[in-house]
Structures are given as C-alpha cells and as structure tokens.
C-alpha cells in the first residue's frame, strides 16, 4: 500500500467552491487509475469522480457540471475542482488508488486510501 495525503478541504457557504489536492508520500506510484470518494454522515463510501483505465474520466451523477478532477504530472498530484458546492456535498473526502479490479466506481476495489479531507458546506 501507498500512503496518499488530501488536503484542500474546509467550510464553505452554499453555492462556493474548494479544490481537493492529493498526492502519494512515500515511494512513487503509477496511478493512471485512481478515484475519489466521499463519505458523509450516516452514508457508505461513495464514488465521486476518477481516472479510468485508458484516461477515460468518470463522476459521479450528482457531481456532474459542477466538479472537475484533472492531474499534475510533475507534481504527481491529482486535483478535485469543486464548485457550486451544495450543503449535501458536505462529507470526508478520499482519494483513492491501487485499483486492484472489478468495479472501477466500488470503493472495496481500491487498495490504498488517504486519511480524508473534512467539506463541510453551510446553508
């Protein structure tokens, strides 16, 4: 497993916007596939948005038109662009890599994870 660390997370009003970064410390890691999840109260892990096999970028539904995942090569970073932010995005926010198969948007499929980034968005 590869230790990533979040962060960019915070309290926000209805209607504003917060960039999630995440990066591998430690040794390098290839991840071409990698997603993020959310998790808020009362709620299972959820998918969020990703990088599939192939570069192929997938979100969730109810994120669609308002987030954008993209990535940083140089900085081995992967971005989450989350705008027009509502109260129910309100949640801990991980990223997630090591797909290890089977559903790519199956939080169980991926084997590393970060400790999570608090969104709290106020209406």
């Known amino acids: 497993q590869v230790q990533l660390e979040e962060s960019g997370g915070g309290l926000v009003q209805d209607g504003g916007s917060l960039r999630l970064s995440c990066a591998p410390s430690?040794?390098?890691?290839?991840?071409?596939?990698m997603g993020w999840f959310r998790q808020g109260p009362w709620k299972g892990r959820e998918f969020v948005a990703g990088f599939g096999s192939g570069g192929f970028i997938y979100y969730a539904d109810f994120v669609k038109g308002r987030f954008t995942i993209s990535r940083d090569n140089m900085k081995n970073t992967v971005y989450l662009q989350m705008d027009s932010l509502k109260p129910e995005d309100t949640a801990v926010y991980y990223c997630?890599?090591?797909?290890?198969?089977?559903?790519?948007?199956?939080?169980?499929?991926?084997?590393?994870w970060g400790q999570g980034t608090q969104v709290t968005v106020s209406s």
């Open positions: 430690g040794r390098a890691l290839s991840w071409n596939i």
């Open positions: 997630a890599a090591e797909f290890t198969g089977g559903v790519f948007k199956g939080a169980a499929n991926f084997r590393s």
